[in-house]
Each structure stands twice: as C-alpha cells, then as structure tokens.
C-alpha cells in the first residue's frame, strides 16, 4: 500500500504565495505520473498540475505562470509553488500518483484558502 501524505496548506492574503508538499511512502521513480487536484466546495474535483513519465508538465489554464508543480525523485515527494494566489484557489488540494501496475493513489487532502 502507497500512502501520500500532504502538508502546506493554511490560510493566505489574494496575492500571496503557499507551498505544498507530498510525501510518499514508495519510489517514486518511475510512476505513470504524478499530479495535483483540488475540489472546492460544491464543484468536482479538477486537475491543477500533472508531471508526466513522458511528455510535458501541464498546468490547468487557471494556474498557468503561477503555480510550478516539481518532483525530487531522491525524496519521494511532490511539490507544488502556489504564487499570486487568488480566492478562487480556495480548495482542498490532494496529491495524486499513478503506477502502471501498482494502481492509482491519493492523499488525505490538504486545505488552502485565499481572502480577498
């Protein structure tokens, strides 16, 4: 069992930054990919970020050139630089991992919000 534990999240001014962290229990090697989602109340869960095994890095349109999704493969974890933040990246953000034969997995979630 994979497990994925997120810290970072809390409370932040419009236009202030947040960083979140993902530690996972396995290598992190080599995953079909690794991402970020968040579900704001009362909507469905939407993909923030997503670093891939090939291919580019992929922003949701609403956090392009303000959040930077990266990965440290010797650390098994995950990252995500929130800047410029916005109230309406007020959300439960929750890290993802996805293996080939391993399955998919997700963390507990953490909180963030933005006050205008």
């Known amino acids: 069992q994979v497990q994925l534990v997120e810290s970072g999240g809390g409370w932040v001014q419009a236009g202030g930054s947040l960083s979140l962290s993902c530690a996972v229990s396995?290598?992190?090697?080599?995953?079909?990919?690794m991402a970020w989602y968040r579900q704001a109340p009362g909507k469905q869960r939407e993909l923030v970020a997503l670093?891939?095994?090939?291919?580019?890095?992929t922003y949701a349109d609403s956090v392009k050139g303000r959040f930077t999704i990266s990965r440290d493969n010797a650390k098994n974890t995950l990252s995500l630089q929130m800047n410029n933040l916005k109230p309406e990246d007020t959300a439960i953000y929750y890290c993802?991992?996805?293996?080939?034969?391993?399955?998919?997995?997700w963390g507990q979630g953490t909180q963030v919000t933005v006050s205008s």
């Open positions: 670093i891939p095994s090939v291919g580019s890095t």
């Open positions: 993802n991992i996805i293996y080939a034969l391993r399955g998919t997995y």
């Open positions: 396995a290598p992190i090697a080599n995953p079909v990919g």
